[in-house]
């Protein structure tokens, strides 16, 4: 669609008289240069920002601790805290829910877990109703903790740097990144490399912590070729030679009445471009002096590509190949490969394939590519690599979220533009203030370094990118399985895309901008960098399902489940035994497996271990208890007056043993008799009643569970005047020794 507010139309006419094509250079704003003040050092603190509270994750357990003498018989067995099978099915009766043992901690208290996650809210109801029960002495949500949130940087400077700041506490600020919350979660990793594709870097004070080597000049690599113009027909290094292993910026004025690029026009000065894009990304942090990046760890390598007069695409192309850890002719092999590569560069050109092939090749290895909109207030197709695959193309916003008044745009379904982050905006849109731009590292130099070790407001999608691969890099040092080889390398730039583009704010409406962002004309929406790093940090919350009951021979399917956080999905599930008879399982990397129940089996358990798409995991576990089947074919006949005689079936393969209980018929409760081991097929029940009839159960039984009971039932003989059975006749005196050889406690015969 056509843009056609009246302020647009204006800046378009001061646009035009600028003449002429711009070569490949760095991307800042007319007005991206330092200030009519560059800002030394303060010695006032930055002031502290309101740190945000970290939302409670779902509970999934329980802490259950017992009144010591509330259970006398558990009190009698010497532990009177100990979780009883009748404690749990209590206090799960008074939860509303199955709750499983989990383990016994410290302070004689018990964890258990929940049949389903919970809400912190819920799950403290749920704890008050637990508490209320007679026996229990507390019980409390198992809720999760973490590092105290980090206090924002000590630095002077950090004040002025509202781009960094939380919108929600900052007022006007709504355009800015929202790094306090990040920085709960981390502040960054020297593991995490970051190449900065731009003029070069000075040894600033508040850079040198983080430069690899420790020093502009061992931080990286000169892909400069040309050291006069009159070689290169363009670009020139300005530091006496072509490519070297020093990438120092010897600063990119441009000569007066320089043919290629300035023909006619007056000497410019040195903007120190590289070391202000490398300062957002990572300046030193809580050192007392100047601002902060927004990684304070990272490891910056510098990749000079641009010197006067810009710099060209095949030397460009070179720096991201070399930056990536490919073979560039003539160049040592990098030897810190970049996971993340920062182009706040640019020119009018389609995608070149020779650039696009570069770019490729990093994405292949792993390497994230950051690159500026453009600040040409035009249609970001028109220029290169912005318009190129495989990249994050960045917009850039004022102050209070409005489209910078220089940023290149989408239009028409393009989507070149991945989001948009703070760029700032000096225009008169925002009153013209230095203080609305980004504030980082600088010199006070015109052609060469002064070496002040100073800093300065620039304003640009130059300044908005950094801001974006400094994020990047919090997210990777958030989440190590992202560059360790867990989440495939050529996988991990889209995942970061997408997980950017996943998390962003909505664009303000009615702000100080040129105009209002859309997400037809500047990316889906503002960065957010504490919603970008949580993205990637928060881990899975798996389920295994409940504990179940099983049998012997039974076919059993496990019914696992997960769930991740709202800009993530589960990648996986695999099931693993970890305890009991082994079993078979079909489908273990599925969520639901299934298995069938080996006849020995006790108890089983089953672990389920879920890895979501950034490669982070969870583990739950399952207790399968395997009842034993029950004896069949109980008989009981009667021997005589005395003695009852029980026969049966073992059916059973996992019994420790059998249990026989036996009452008078016609009620009462069964008192046990017997405990036989393993392998029993009968017993015989002596010293009884003549005349009465008794009522008998029998079942299996191991440490986990019991078997339901066999019944039967069968009355004594009557007896004689001599004390013998009825039934005896005849041989009294064989009766009573038979009688005595059958009056054993254990009848045995082993299954066939």
């Not at 601002?291 to 000079?304: F, I, K, P």
Request: charged share 10%; aromatic share 6%.
């Amino acid at each position: 669609m056509l843009r056609s507010k009246w302020k647009r139309t204006l800046l378009g006419c001061s646009l035009l008289t600028a003449g002429g094509l711009l070569p490949l250079t760095a991307i800042a704003a007319p007005a991206a240069q330092p200030q009519a003040a560059q800002l030394g050092k303060t010695k006032s603190r930055a002031a502290t920002a309101a740190q945000a509270t970290r939302v409670q994750p779902p509970v999934t357990q329980l802490i259950v601790k017992f009144k010591p003498a509330a259970d006398a018989r558990a009190a009698a067995a010497g532990d009177a805290y100990a979780m009883t099978d009748r404690r749990l099915a209590n206090i799960s009766a008074a939860a509303g829910m199955s709750l499983a043992y989990r383990r016994p901690m410290s302070g004689n208290a018990h964890v258990l877990k929940l049949a389903q996650p919970l809400s912190a809210a819920e799950a403290a109801a749920l704890a008050a109703k637990v508490s209320q029960q007679a026996d229990v002495a507390y019980a409390e949500p198992d809720y999760w903790m973490f590092p105290a949130a980090v206090p924002p940087p000590a630095d002077p400077g950090y004040a002025s740097q509202w781009h960094y700041h939380d919108p929600a506490t900052s007022g006007y600020y709504a355009g800015a990144a929202n790094l306090p919350a990040a920085w709960d979660i981390t502040t960054g990793s020297s593991d995490v490399v970051v190449a900065v594709i731009d003029t070069g870097v000075l040894n600033h004070e508040d850079l040198q912590g983080n430069l690899i080597g420790g020093s502009a000049a061992t931080s990286g690599y000169d892909m400069i070729s040309y050291a006069s113009a009159a070689n290169s027909g363009g670009a020139v290094s300005n530091d006496g030679d072509g490519r070297d292993g020093d990438p120092t910026d010897p600063g990119d004025w441009i000569a007066a009445n320089e043919p290629n690029c300035n023909a006619g026009g007056s000497q410019t000065t040195s903007s120190w471009h590289g070391t202000h894009v490398a300062g957002t990304i990572g300046a030193v942090a809580n050192n007392g002096i100047g601002g902060s990046g927004v990684a304070w760890q990272v490891s910056l390598q510098t990749v000079r590509a641009l010197g006067s007069c810009g710099g060209s695409t095949s030397d460009i192309a070179d720096a991201i190949a070399w930056a990536a850890g490919e073979t560039v002719i003539g160049a040592p092999v990098n030897p810190n490969p970049a996971h993340v590569i920062n182009m706040s560069l640019g020119g009018e050109s389609a995608c070149g394939q020779a650039t696009q092939d570069a770019i490729n090749a990093a994405v292949a290895r792993g390497a994230t590519v950051v690159v500026a909109a453009g600040n040409e207030y035009r249609w970001v197709g028109y220029f290169s690599p912005a318009n190129c695959q495989n990249v994050i193309t960045v917009g850039a916003l004022g102050p209070d979220g409005g489209e910078a008044s220089y940023s290149n745009w989408d239009a028409g379904g393009s989507s070149y533009i991945a989001l948009s982050a703070p760029g700032g905006d000096q225009s008169f849109y925002y009153g013209s203030l230095s203080s609305n731009g980004v504030y980082s590292t600088l010199d006070g130099g015109t052609t060469t370094a002064a070496e002040d070790d100073s800093y300065a407001f620039y304003q640009g999608t130059s300044m908005a990118t950094p801001h974006v691969s400094g994020i990047v890099a919090l997210m990777l040092a958030a989440n190590p399985k992202l560059t360790d080889g867990t989440v495939p390398a050529d996988e991990v730039p889209a995942l970061i895309k997408a997980k950017l583009q996943a998390t962003v704010r909505d664009f303000p409406t009615g702000t100080s901008g040129i105009d209002d962002c859309t997400t037809e004309w500047c990316g889906v929406g503002m960065v957010d960098a504490a919603g970008a790093v949580a993205a990637v940090s928060t881990a899975p919350s798996a389920n295994a399902g409940s504990d179940q009951t099983v049998a012997p021979g039974q076919t059993v399917s496990l019914s696992g489940s997960a769930t991740d956080d709202a800009h993530g999905s589960i990648a996986s599930y695999a099931w693993t035994q970890t305890a009991g008879v082994t079993a078979t399982l079909t489908g273990a990397n599925t969520a639901t497996p299934s298995f069938t129940v080996p006849a020995t089996a006790t108890t089983m358990t089953f672990r389920l271990r879920v890895t979501d798409d950034v490669g982070l995991t969870a583990n739950d576990s399952v207790t399968l208890t395997v009842t034993p089947p029950a004896p069949t074919g109980l008989t009981a006949t009667a021997n005589g007056a005395a003695q009852i005689d029980l026969a049966w079936t073992d059916a059973s393969g996992n019994e420790t043993g059998f249990k026989v209980e036996r009452r008078v018929a016609g009620g009462g409760a069964y008192a046990l008799v017997a405990t036989l081991p393993a392998d029993s097929v009968g017993y015989s029940d002596t010293g009884l009643t003549a005349s009465t009839s008794y009522e008998y159960q029998v079942y299996a039984y191991h440490d986990a569970a019991s078997s339901t009971v066999a019944t039967a039932s069968a009355t004594t003989a009557a007896a004689t005047d001599d004390g013998s059975s009825s039934g005896g006749g005849g041989g009294g005196a064989l009766g009573w020794l038979s009688l005595a050889f059958l009056a054993v406690p254990l009848l045995r015969r082993r299954k066939a």
